[in-house]
């Protein structure tokens, strides 16, 4: 199977022309957030969605944690797909559903522990797909991504071959990782910010590698 590409952290238009044209199935685009790279401001992140063609997908990472904050912060944004980088309030998947049906909703667990692999089989339950970070919303000022940081694949792989739901992996992944990630986890895509990006810029180069390295485990 393919495995998909999702390039985060866009800060243009021209960056989302650039990450589609490598291959991008996806591309994510970051809303305020406590910590850690990426965060645009709300309107630049629909011009962005909306320069983005079908089929690629746009996602929304979004902190908010209640239903009509996360309703209100998509339709600010207008993004084909929610990315939940923290633990929503009970019930609030459901009303996000309820009011934005046509949307799709990830959630992002932050893989630490044993405890983790459970945590997203629940989460499976009332999402679209999962996508696997290395964050650490326990904090005092919570990691929700962009941390560089790479967890224990081994977790990452019980989740795969556990959950219902499609699985992104993320988490310090780089052109010089990425195949064993792939051959060892085997998600249905891989998702990554700070590692095609040079002076916090989208490096084509990085990019190009980056590629050749998933068509190569695809290869595999």
């Given at each position: 199977?393919?495995?998909r590409?999702?390039?985060c952290?866009?800060?243009?238009?021209?960056e989302?022309?650039?990450?589609?044209?490598?291959?991008?199935?996806?591309v994510?685009?970051?809303g305020?957030?406590?910590?850690?790279?990426?965060?645009?401001?709300d309107?630049?992140?629909r011009?962005?969605?909306a320069?983005?063609?079908p089929?690629?997908?746009?996602?929304?990472?979004?902190?908010?944690?209640?239903?009509?904050?996360?309703?209100?912060?998509?339709?600010?944004?207008?993004?084909?797909?929610?990315?939940?980088v923290d633990?929503?309030?009970?019930?609030?998947?459901?009303?996000v559903?309820?009011?934005?049906?046509?949307?799709?909703?990830?959630?992002?667990?932050?893989?630490?522990?044993?405890e983790s692999?459970?945590?997203?089989?629940?989460?499976?339950?009332e999402?679209?797909?999962?996508?696997?970070?290395?964050?650490?919303?326990?904090?005092?000022?919570?990691?929700?991504?962009?941390t560089?940081r790479?967890?224990?694949?081994?977790?990452?792989?019980?989740?795969?071959?556990?959950?219902p739901?499609?699985?992104?992996?993320?988490?310090?992944?780089k052109?010089?990782?990425?195949?064993a990630?792939?051959?060892?986890?085997?998600p249905?895509?891989?998702?990554?910010?700070?590692?095609?990006?040079?002076?916090?810029?989208?490096?084509?180069?990085?990019?190009?590698?980056?590629?050749?390295e998933?068509?190569a485990?695809?290869?595999?």
């Amino acid at each position: 199977m393919k495995t998909r590409v999702k390039i985060c952290c866009m800060h243009s238009v021209e960056e989302a022309r650039l990450a589609v044209s490598m291959g991008a199935s996806a591309v994510g685009l970051v809303g305020a957030m406590p910590s850690g790279p990426g965060p645009i401001d709300d309107g630049l992140i629909r011009l962005i969605a909306a320069s983005v063609p079908p089929p690629v997908a746009t996602f929304l990472l979004t902190c908010e944690t209640r239903a009509s904050e996360i309703v209100a912060h998509h339709r600010r944004t207008l993004t084909s797909t929610i990315q939940l980088v923290d633990a929503p309030e009970p019930g609030a998947v459901a009303a996000v559903r309820a009011e934005l049906p046509a949307v799709k909703i990830v959630r992002v667990v932050h893989v630490r522990n044993e405890e983790s692999v459970e945590e997203a089989l629940r989460a499976a339950g009332e999402a679209d797909a999962l996508l696997l970070d290395s964050g650490n919303p326990d904090c005092a000022v919570k990691q929700l991504g962009g941390t560089g940081r790479v967890h224990d694949w081994r977790l990452s792989r019980r989740i795969v071959e556990r959950s219902p739901k499609p699985v992104f992996l993320a988490g310090g992944l780089k052109p010089e990782n990425v195949r064993a990630a792939i051959e060892q986890v085997d998600p249905f895509g891989v998702d990554l910010c700070t590692g095609v990006r040079t002076d916090n810029r989208l490096d084509p180069r990085k990019l190009e590698a980056f590629f050749g390295e998933v068509e190569a485990a695809n290869r595999g």
